[in-house]
Structures are given as structure tokens and as C-alpha cells.
């Protein structure tokens, strides 16, 4: 069983930045591929980013590419999404979540999910 706790969403304005963090309550955490996905009003959860369990390797998708960088510390059992050059399409719940399926991209192959932060980005 892994909880996952996210915080630091918020209220930011276009080309401003947030840092979403993500602290992970498990005794195996090298064990998962984490990942990042984002919901909007209306529209299905997608995948923003996942990150290996070395933290060696990330993907990201086309649309947050360049703008978005997650990491991973280990020792500390937390994931960070660094989010830059924010853009009102960016605005969604944001949820970490974490699998032990390899790397994924898809919602369904993610064990663990945390309850989500709000990020708004006003224009």
C-alpha cells in the first residue's frame, strides 16, 4: 500500500511558475515508476509526466514539454513538479500517482493515486 499526499497548488497568473510536491508513505519507493496527471472540468484525466525510479528517466507529454520538469528524491520519499511559463490551459486538479507496472502513460496501469492539488492559471 502506498499513500501519496500532493501540495502546493494554487492561484498563479499566465507565464508565472508553481511547484507541485508529492511525499509518498512506503518502505519501497525505488520500487515505482511515479507520475504526474492532471484533470480539467469536463475532460478525462491525462498523463503529464512520469519520472523512473532512479530518476534517470522522464517523458513528458507534447504539451507541457519545455515548460515542466519533475524530479525525485529518494532519500526523502518525495516527487516534484517544477511548472513554468504556466498557461491558462494548464489550470486542472493535478494528481501523483504511482505504478509498479514500469513506465506508463495511461491512467488504468497507475496503482496509487493521491487526492490531488488545484492549480489555476488566470490570463
Known amino acids: 500500500q502506498v499513500h501519496l499526499l500532493e501540495s502546493g497548488g494554487g492561484l498563479v497568473q499566465a507565464g508565472g511558475s508553481l511547484r507541485l510536491s508529492c511525499a509518498a508513505s512506503t518502505r519501497t519507493f525505488t520500487r515505482y515508476t511515479m507520475g504526474w496527471f492532471r484533470q480539467a472540468p469536463g475532460k478525462e484525466r491525462e498523463f503529464v509526466v512520469y519520472?523512473?525510479?532512479?530518476?534517470?528517466?522522464?517523458y513528458y507529454a507534447d504539451s507541457v514539454k519545455g515548460r515542466l520538469t519533475m524530479a525525485r528524491d529518494n532519500a526523502k520519499n518525495t516527487v516534484s513538479l517544477q511548472m513554468n511559463s504556466l498557461k491558462p490551459e494548464d489550470s486542472a486538479i493535478y494528481y501523483c500517482?504511482?505504478?509498479?507496472?514500469?513506465?506508463?502513460?495511461?491512467?488504468?496501469?497507475?496503482?496509487?493515486w493521491g487526492q490531488g492539488t488545484q492549480v489555476t492559471v488566470s490570463s
Open positions: 500517482a504511482a505504478t509498479d507496472y514500469g513506465l506508463q502513460t495511461t491512467v488504468l496501469m497507475y496503482n496509487y
Open positions: 519520472i523512473n525510479w532512479s530518476g534517470s528517466t522522464t
